[in-house]
Structures are given as C-alpha cells and as structure tokens.
C-alpha cells in the first residue's frame, strides 16, 4: 500500500511564506497526478492546487493563483507546495492526494483522488 505523509506545517504570520510537502512511500505507483486540498474548521474540503505527473500541467485555485506554486520531485517521490504571501484565510489542514487515472490534465476534484494523506495543519496569524 502506498502512504502519503505530508509536513511543513506550522504557525506563520500574514504576508509569511512556507512550504509544504508530500513524501510518498510503501509501495509506490508512479505515474500520478498530485493535488493538494484544504480543509477549514465547519468548511468542505476544497481543491488547492495539482500537477501532472510529469510535471507539464499545473492548475491552481483562483484564491491562490499567483500565490502557491505546486512542484514535484519525482526522484524523491515528493511533491511541494510553496505559499507566499499566506492570508488568515489559508489557515487549513492541507492534504496531499494521488491520482493514478493517468489523465494529462489535473483534475480539481476530490473525487478523482485514490490515495490521501493525513494533512498537516497550516495557520496565518493576522
């Protein structure tokens, strides 16, 4: 079974940045499509952001456009997520999720998702 295990969490002020990751182990599939998907207290779930497994084919939610940036490391099995100039309103727990349907386009929803982590806690402080 393949785990994904997520981390770089932690508290940060507003107009902060920080980088989060997601390792993949066990036994690993390749071939994925990565998204990222946050979950505010009494929110839904929400897409984030997600990449193709080459790497090619990047989309991101329009509250985050020109602030995250979704990388991956396919050598390392790990994929990244860096925010910059982070809000109180990205405060989450944000999961990683694998895709293995082998679409070249990243899907936005959760739905299309087999494998996910167990989050790691985001919170901008105003």
């Known amino acids: 079974q393949m785990q994904l295990v997520e981390s770089g969490g932690g508290l940060v002020q507003a107009g902060g940045s920080l980088r989060i990751s997601c390792a993949a182990s066990?036994?690993?599939?390749?071939?994925?499509?990565a998204g990222w998907f946050r979950q505010a207290p009494g929110k839904e779930r929400e897409f984030v952001a997600a990449?193709?497994?080459?790497?090619?084919?990047?989309r991101y939610a329009d509250s985050v456009k020109g602030r995250f940036t979704i990388s991956r490391d396919n050598a390392k099995t790990t994929v990244y997520l860096q925010m910059n100039s982070l809000k109180p309103e990205d405060t989450a727990v944000y999961s990683c999720?694998?895709?293995?349907?082998?679409?070249?386009?990243?899907?936005?929803?959760?739905?299309?998702?087999?494998?996910w982590g167990q989050g790691t806690q985001v919170t901008v402080s105003s």
């Open positions: 990449i193709n497994w080459t790497g090619g084919r990047t």
């Open positions: 999720a694998a895709d293995f349907r082998g679409a070249s386009d990243p899907s936005t929803s959760l739905y299309e998702y087999d494998f």
């Open positions: 066990g036994r690993i599939r390749f071939g994925y499509t």
